[in-house]
Structure formats: structure tokens, C-alpha cells
């Protein structure tokens, strides 16, 4: 039971969804899953006094716009995207993605959307703050924080650990956002303000309402990789996605991206290291060189016992064969699904 | 708890919700979790409240045939749904084939996290019923069994597929 008492919505559409968060207000959350929601709420994280629960909207099937590009509805559950032969055959590196959040009944639950739409998280954040911590720290509305004490009034270094998000930005993902007054189309990288207190670029009131994948073009590879100290059920200690397409000489790299999640506030484009492998034949020694770039400019925050060396250590690590992994892919060494 | 400014009356309503077969219309607030509406409203203790916060699976329920984490699923939620919990694996005094290997298997200590696991195998076991060794573990990768007792269970679950593994007082 949830400690206090608040008020239920179970609006039929997306617009009539939109139209309640109108009118009641920043006191209205929108609730999806409810996996990250309702859990802090149990700690006092977010206290809304209205959810507007979208589980009676049931989600269009994943499919293929005019243009060629994917659609899929922000509302998909996870489980649905990793079933899905469709999402499996055509875009195997969000389905892996998906595959690697959560437990099984967390991607039954949750949904794409919601996904990207998680909280931050800190290991003293999240947990009752009656129980150890007396004063609110800064994301609790306090003036204080608990893992950096050092830290400048309402800076807050939580960090966001959507194992999807890295994996969207890899593939240039654009987000379509709906309001009352209409919708938007954003691309993933703008969701993020890069602030730990207020983590979502998202206007108030405002909903996503699909995920559009651009098709993947020639000679294109994917490499993702969630470090984690289990199997499953687990926030990452870091998440490394790049995508690679090739020059039509199959050798030369012609576009790379690189995005890093769990260890920032928002999931980090390396794009120095990007840069840094646009035009060159992507072998051991290059791909190392992107690496060696990427963990100097994602500068990793401490977070969850983990130390900065200990992530910069796992992502030289796992960067490197993701990225290798890529070059498979897109010189066709290994299949691509 | 530093809830302040909360309407201290929100509005209960009536949730109608099928759990194993029986139509329930229970009174619920917004704020309660479908957890315990099982075990407190309809009064079905067999699944258990471990964490509270969606990490453990010792609540996982069927709800349409898929398996959730009851203590994150506001009851109101469920409005028209059908839900399954461990006691409707039984038939009268016939277990359930899962029931039974978890029987044979020894694959419980505690107990605490059994209802959860039966709910899970259930799942897996309808969607594929010959899941591989890596399916089984990834389809259990949401429940904790704090007695380590995770390989009789991964046996039961190989045994009710057909595996042929041995009840354990046959080996």
C-alpha cells in the first residue's frame, strides 16, 4: 500500500490522457507500467496526487511508416518487443535491449515509453528517507546530498539507467510527443535536460506517444552490451550501443555512433570518439583509440558502489567488443539479427 | 512520510476482477495494490508481499496469462481483468504437473518464494513448453529464493517439461 491516498484516472485515449493532464495540472503524473512510478512513490520520490493510467489504451502493433521507418507505440510492453518476430528480425538491437531490462514480469509490465520515461536513480535516493537519511537531500527538495557532499546547492548526480534509451540513440530514434495542442517530433538525444533533478525534456503535459526508428541503411552493424553483476533483474553498471555503417567499399567506416548509458544523468553520445573512426579502417587499433577517447569524454559518475575506475575499467572493456561486434555485423562476418 | 497537502479522502471504488475462475467486486482505493486485495479482500494467501517494490517475484500473479509482480499493480488497474495466483494451479486435491515436480524436486526450502516460482514455470511453461536450460533461467531471472534453492527448482521445471530429470528420492 502506497502511504497516502491519491486519485485514479483511466482516460480511454491518448488525447482524452492529454486532456486530463491539462487540467489537473503538475499535480498529475501519466503512469504506463507503473514499475518505476509506483515504486517511488512508495519511497516518496514522486508523490502525484492524480495518476492518469494509460492501461486501457491498448498499443498499435509495431510497422513500417511510407518512408521506410519504424513505428513502434510508446505504450509496447518490452516482453511484446523481445516476442516480436517483427522488432527481432528488423531491429535486432532494440530487442536486445529490451531482452536485458528488468525480470521477466518487469517486461511484461513495463513499456517502451515508460522506459525511457524512468527516474533517475542513486543508491540513497532511492530508499525511505525516515528510515536513514533525516533531511530530504537536493532531488527531494532539501539541501543536501548524500554520496556528494561536495556538491554545488541542487546539482544532483543520480543517474538514468534506461537500458533502451542508449540502444535508441545508437539507431537515431525520434520520439513522437503529444499535447493538447498537438504533437511533436523530438529526436531521443533531446529527452534529456542532462539534469539530474528534472532528468525529462518533456513540456508538462505532454506524452510520447511513439518511437520512430529510421530503416537501417547498407553495410550497417549494431554492438550492445548491458555490464551488470548479475544475470538479470539489475540496474547496469554501464551500457554500451554503437552502431557502425560502412563505406560501400566495406572497409572504411563511414558513420559511427557511440552511446553510453547508466553512467550520466542522461544517456551520453561519445562523439569525439565517433569522430574519431569516421573515414578510417575500423581495426583493433582504431576501434581502441575510440575507446580510449569515449571514456575520457562520458566521464563516467560514481554511482551504486561502483568507483569511476571500476566503470571507466568495464566500458574500455565492453566498448571495445561492442564495437568490434559492429564491424562484424556490418561487414557481414556475423549475422545481423 | 513527508506527504503533505494530500486529499485525505480519495474516492474508493468498485474493481471487478475474475481471480481463478471467481468473479470478485471488491471496494478498493486507488492506492492499494492488487497484493492486497488477494490476500486481505478475497483472503488468498498464497501469494506472498516480500519487498514491496517490485524486485523479488515472491507476488507474481497471472493477470490475462501474463505473469506481473502484484505488489507494483494498483488494484484499480484490474478493473475487467482475469487474474491467476498459486491456488488456482490445482484442480480440487490434483496438483498441477508443476506442482507436483516441485514436489518430487525438493524445490523449496522456506517456501516463501515457491508461489512466485510456480506462477513463473506456469507462464513460461504455457508460452513454451519445452523451454531450453537458458530459457528456464531467464524466465526465473525475476524471482529471488533467498535458500538458494534455484537448481531443484530449474530440475522441477526440466521434469514438468518432460525432461526426464529423476525425482530427487529416486536418485
Excluded at chain 1, 132 to 143: H, I, L, S
Excluded at chain 2, 7 to 32: C, D, F, L, Q, W
Aim: net charge neutral; glycine share 10%.
Amino acid at each position: 500500500m502506497i502511504l497516502y491516498d491519491f486519485e485514479y484516472e483511466r482516460p480511454q485515449t491518448l488525447a482524452e490522457a492529454a486532456g486530463l493532464l491539462a487540467e489537473l495540472g503538475p499535480g498529475a503524473r501519466i503512469m504506463a507500467g507503473g514499475t518505476d512510478l509506483l515504486p517511488n512513490m512508495r519511497v516518496a520520490i514522486a508523490q502525484p496526487t492524480t495518476i492518469v493510467g494509460l492501461s486501457a489504451i491498448t498499443p498499435e502493433a509495431p510497422r513500417v511508416d511510407a518512408d521506410g521507418a519504424f513505428r513502434i507505440d510508446a505504450l509496447t510492453r518490452l516482453a511484446t518487443l523481445t516476442d516480436s518476430e517483427f522488432v527481432r528480425q528488423r531491429l535486432p538491437m532494440l530487442a536486445e535491449a529490451a531482452r536485458v531490462v528488468g525480470s521477466n514480469q518487469i517486461r511484461e509490465m513495463g513499456t517502451l515509453g515508460g522506459n525511457l520515461c524512468q527516474d533517475t536513480r542513486c543508491l540513497q535516493l532511492n530508499q525511505k528517507h525516515d528510515f536513514q537519511f533525516v533531511a530530504p537531500c537536493y532531488k527531494r527538495g532539501g539541501a543536501c546530498c548524500y554520496p556528494f557532499p561536495q556538491n554545488k546547492p541542487n546539482i544532483c548526480w543520480s543517474v538514468y539507467m534506461s537500458d533502451v534509451a542508449p540502444a535508441l540513440i545508437a539507431l537515431g530514434a525520434s520520439l513522437e510527443c503529444v499535447d493538447q495542442s498537438g504533437a511533436r517530433r523530438i529526436s531521443v538525444e533531446d529527452l534529456f535536460t542532462g539534469g539530474g533533478l528534472r532528468p525529462l525534456n518533456l513540456k508538462g503535459g505532454e506524452i510520447i506517444q511513439a518511437i520512430v526508428v529510421p530503416p537501417p541503411p547498407s553495410y550497417f552493424g549494431w554492438g550492445y552490451h548491458k555490464s551488470t553483476r548479475r544475470g538479470g533483474l539489475e540496474f547496469a553498471i554501464a551500457v554500451a550501443a554503437a552502431t557502425i555503417r560502412l563505406a560501400p567499399d566495406n572497409v572504411h567506416c563511414a558513420e559511427a555512433r557511440i552511446a553510453i548509458g547508466a553512467v550520466r544523468e542522461r544517456p551520453v553520445r561519445a562523439l569525439a570518439a565517433e569522430r574519431g573512426l569516421v573515414g578510417k579502417v575500423p581495426d583493433a587499433a582504431a576501434i581502441a583509440a575510440a575507446v580510449a577517447t569515449a571514456v575520457v569524454e562520458v566521464s563516467p559518475l560514481p554511482h551504486h558502489d561502483f568507483t569511476k575506475s571500476f566503470i571507466v575499467d568495464s566500458l574500455r572493456v565492453h566498448l571495445r567488443r561492442v564495437l568490434s561486434r559492429a564491424v562484424e555485423r556490418a561487414r557481414g562476418e556475423i549475422p545481423t539479427a | 512520510m513527508a506527504d503533505r497537502n494530500h486529499n485525505s479522502k480519495s474516492m474508493s471504488r468498485v474493481v471487478a476482477i475474475e481471480v481463478n475462475g471467481e468473479h470478485h467486486e471488491v471496494t478498493v482505493k486507488p492506492r492499494h495494490m492488487l497484493v492486497e486485495v488477494l490476500r486481505e479482500k478475497i483472503g488468498l494467501t498464497g501469494t506472498k508481499e516480500g519487498c514491496e517494490q517490485g524486485v523479488c517475484g515472491a507476488c507474481t500473479v497471472l493477470l490475462d496469462g501474463r505473469p506481473i509482480l502484484a505488489c507494483i499493480t494498483l488494484a484499480v488497474e484490474c478493473d475487467g481483468k482475469k487474474i491467476r495466483t498459486v491456488e488456482g494451479l490445482a484442480s480440487g486435491e490434483t496438483l498441477s504437473a508443476i506442482q507436483e515436480a516441485f514436489l518430487d524436486q525438493g524445490a523449496m526450502q522456506c517456501g516463501f518464494c515457491t508461489s512466485g516460482m510456480l506462477m513463473s514455470a506456469t507462464a513460461l511453461l504455457e508460452k513454451n513448453p519445452k523451454p531450453s536450460l537458458a530459457e528456464i533461467k531467464k524466465a526465473l531471472e525475476g524471482n529471488l529464493c533467498r535458500c538458494t534453492g534455484y537448481n531443484g527448482i530449474v530440475d522441477a521445471i526440466r521434469q514438468a517439461s518432460g525432461e526426464g530429470v529423476d525425482p530427487i528420492f529416486m536418485r
